[in-house]
């Protein structure tokens, strides 16, 4: 039997299947502590093979704004990607339909590519004001290009998106949902402002004001985007599909007979 644990807390059923596990695939290093050590290896999450490929700014930016102009190869654009999940974050559409205009109105570089999720999306949709440098879409099909056209990236704290945020190198804004299993994505999100310097803004904490300052403590300081940017990049596990492929096939061939 094998165990792949994706968040840095691990759930229930893992814990109590893991005695009988040969290995223990890990995200997080933090996660080794709740298994046997020698039954761990912490290799990551196995991402999109989109996610590994180049993609210029200029070229991401020009398929969400493609009237956009020579803006979107101005080293002062700044384009900020808010992520609410396939269903939607309710907390996060709200706090970001009360800032997005202002922001705009006092930012004239910036725009927003704001992924609302399903069932956020009509009455967002019916709220928001028209404005160039704002995209509204339930959903983002070209995640790569979405990732890529970002500066910083306002997100939930899911297992994947962290590790996507980490293998593109992306500084973040994260706001754990707290209605998951064992509170996983708050955890998540701390490992993540250890390992990648990510902010934390926890769903009591969350309000527009809230939400527009911490944009621009990190849009505002590109010695800070760097530095969050570097850290992120430190700390992914690209290969982690081809690490933990490797490893199962090396536990394969020892259990075969011969």
Request: charged content about 20%; hydrophobic content about 45%.
């Amino acid at each position: 039997m094998v165990i792949m644990e994706q968040n840095a807390f691990p759930g229930v059923t893992n814990r109590m299947i893991a005695p009988y596990a040969a290995k223990i695939f890990l995200a997080f290093n933090a996660c080794v502590k709740h298994f046997s050590k020698e039954k761990c290896s912490v290799y990551g999450n196995p991402v999109r093979l989109s996610m590994r490929r180049y993609v210029s700014k200029v070229v991401a930016r020009t398929h969400f704004f493609p009237k956009a102009g020579s803006m979107v190869g101005d080293d002062k654009t700044q384009v900020l990607l808010v992520l609410g999940g396939s269903a939607g974050a309710a907390a996060i559409n709200i706090a970001v339909l009360n800032m997005y205009y202002n922001m705009l109105q006092e930012h004239k570089n910036r725009f927003i590519i704001w992924q609302t999720g399903a069932e956020g999306y009509s009455e967002m949709e019916s709220l928001v004001k028209n404005n160039r440098r704002l995209l509204l879409t339930p959903f983002l099909h070209a995640m790569d290009l979405a990732y890529a056209a970002a500066d910083v990236v306002v997100s939930r704290a899911g297992a994947m998106t962290c590790t996507e945020i980490l293998t593109t190198g992306k500084p973040s804004i994260l706001i754990p949902s707290p209605n998951v299993a064992d509170d996983h994505q708050t955890n998540n999100a701390y490992i993540m402002a250890d390992v990648a310097g990510s902010k934390v803004i926890t769903e009591d904490e969350l309000g527009s004001r809230s939400l527009e300052i911490a944009i621009d403590e990190v849009l505002g300081n590109e010695d800070l985007m760097a530095e969050m940017s570097e850290k992120a990049l430190r700390a992914a596990r690209p290969n982690a599909s081809a690490d933990i492929a490797k490893c199962i096939l090396s536990l394969v061939k020892v259990s075969s007979p011969k």
